[in-house]
């Protein structure tokens, strides 16, 4: 076994150990299978693969998109608290290891929690592509429309030829079942967000790098494993709305990442590529950490319905996580 794949099985576990509260509409053994259903489709840890595929394809001041958020008016009307942090993270490395340009895409409701996410990483957030492309460590906040599928194709095609993306990265994005449909994990349908799917499919036809983050079932990437989220997840096969189809989402990535919290599994691919570029640094720390989760608090960002600097329930338990990776990340570059 390499070096770096027995530090990348370090950060795996981490990642992707159970350290959650108990769901009610989910048995307890679900990510653990749902993780083994993953680990099945790829050779090394799942976030060290998700790590070279990127550094073996993305070089300097080649764009990155980063597709994630959720959007209700009523429930989650700034978004939810998984996902801008593992955003930021994950452009924080992509900038620092490899002087890459990352863009955001989300709905324009939920971007301010990735711009507050992004500052906090020391990543300045601009709406000026051009201003982008000349600010160092700077991010592109880049809003996706809310509109029909049909309509959402030919605007992620324009977006890919305007900005030509070296690698698309999906971090806890909900997208649709066969029959275009989003749902959250207890079956309902949501019918509020923008069709961003239609960015990563873009991809995926282009053969441009594809990696995705999920942890249960409905996001992007799930498709790698459709048919194990049928059976292991919970309405991943029918869901409560009138569609029928389930919440499994169809869309695939070149590499998935199943993990505990979306939010670890980018920090996980974060850590990986500190150790595949020898850059321990690109791995987040506690203080940051820290700082990002009430950044996202502070633009309204909730967690079961709280406005909280916590993801899926997990309290504070992200920062002792982080902690550790950081402490591998750095061990493997000694
Ligand atoms: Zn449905």
Same mark, same amino acid.
């Given at each position: 076994?390499?070096?770096?794949?027995?530090?990348?099985?370090?950060?795996?576990?981490?990642?992707?150990?159970?350290?959650?509260? $108990?769901?009610?509409?989910?048995?307890?053994?679900?990510?653990?299978?749902?993780?083994?259903?993953?680990?099945?489709?790829?050779?090394?840890?799942?976030?060290?693969?998700?790590?070279?595929?990127?550094?073996?394809?993305?070089? $300097?001041?080649?764009?990155? +998109?980063?597709?994630?958020?959720?959007?209700?008016?009523?429930?989650?009307?700034?978004?939810?608290?998984?996902?801008?942090?593992?955003?930021?993270?994950?452009?924080?490395?992509?900038?620092?290891?490899?002087? %890459?340009?990352?863009?955001?895409?989300?709905?324009?409701?939920?971007?301010?929690? +990735? #711009?507050?996410?992004?500052?906090?990483?020391?990543?300045?957030?601009?709406?000026?592509? #051009?201003?982008?492309?000349?600010?160092?460590?700077?991010?592109?906040?880049?809003?996706?429309?809310?509109?029909?599928?049909?309509?959402?194709?030919?605007? /992620?095609?324009?977006?890919?030829?305007?900005?030509?993306?070296? /690698?698309?990265?999906?971090?806890?994005?909900?997208?649709?079942?066969? $029959?275009?449909?989003?749902?959250?994990?207890?079956?309902?349908?949501?019918?509020?967000?923008?069709?961003? !799917? #239609?960015?990563?499919?873009?991809?995926?036809?282009?053969?441009?790098?594809?990696?995705?983050?999920?942890?249960?079932?409905? !996001?992007?990437?799930?498709?790698?494993?459709?048919?194990?989220?049928?059976?292991?997840?919970?309405?991943?096969?029918?869901?409560?709305?009138?569609?029928?189809?389930?919440?499994?989402?169809?869309?695939?990535?070149?590499?998935?990442?199943? /993990?505990?919290?979306?939010?670890?599994?980018?920090?996980?691919?974060?850590?990986?590529?500190?150790?595949?570029?020898?850059?321990?640094?690109?791995?987040?720390?506690?203080?940051?950490?820290?700082?990002?989760?009430?950044?996202?608090?502070?633009?309204?960002?909730?967690?079961?319905?709280?406005?909280?600097?916590?993801?899926?329930?997990?309290?504070?338990?992200?920062? %002792?996580?982080?902690?550790?990776?950081? $402490?591998?990340?750095?061990?493997?570059?000694?």
């Amino acid at each position: 076994m390499s070096l770096e794949v027995a530090y990348g099985q370090a950060i795996d576990a981490l990642v992707s150990s159970a350290i959650r509260p $108990k769901r009610a509409h989910a048995p307890t053994d679900m990510l653990h299978r749902l993780h083994a259903a993953g680990a099945a489709v790829v050779n090394e840890p799942m976030p060290l693969a998700a790590a070279r595929h990127l550094v073996e394809r993305v070089k $300097k001041d080649d764009a990155v +998109f980063l597709i994630s958020g959720v959007y209700d008016p009523i429930g989650l009307p700034y978004g939810e608290t998984d996902g801008p942090t593992g955003v930021a993270s994950l452009a924080r490395a992509l900038d620092l290891g490899i002087a %890459a340009k990352p863009v955001i895409l989300c709905e324009e409701q939920v971007m301010e929690g +990735f #711009a507050r996410a992004a500052a906090a990483a020391g990543l300045m957030a601009l709406r000026d592509p #051009a201003h982008w492309r000349q600010k160092a460590h700077s991010v592109l906040l880049l809003p996706f429309p809310i509109t029909a599928p049909e309509a959402s194709v030919p605007i /992620a095609e324009r977006m890919l030829d305007e900005h030509k993306p070296a /690698a698309v990265v999906s971090i806890e994005r909900i997208a649709g079942n066969a $029959k275009q449909r989003h749902h959250y994990a207890v079956g309902t349908p949501i019918t509020s967000e923008a069709y961003l !799917e #239609a960015v990563a499919e873009a991809a995926n036809r282009r053969k441009i790098a594809t990696v995705a983050v999920g942890d249960g079932g409905n !996001e992007i990437g799930m498709g790698n494993i459709l048919e194990r989220v049928w059976e292991l997840v919970p309405f991943g096969r029918k869901c409560v709305c009138d569609c029928g189809d389930g919440i499994a989402c169809v869309t695939k990535a070149d590499v998935l990442v199943v /993990a505990n919290t979306s939010n670890l599994g980018a920090y996980g691919i974060a850590a990986a590529m500190g150790i595949l570029l020898r850059q321990p640094r690109l791995m987040h720390d506690r203080a940051m950490e820290q700082r990002m989760l009430e950044a996202i608090a502070s633009a309204g960002c909730t967690d079961g319905g709280f406005i909280s600097p916590s993801v899926d329930g997990t309290g504070d338990s992200s920062l %002792a996580i982080v902690e550790l990776l950081h $402490k591998v990340t750095h061990f493997a570059c000694a």
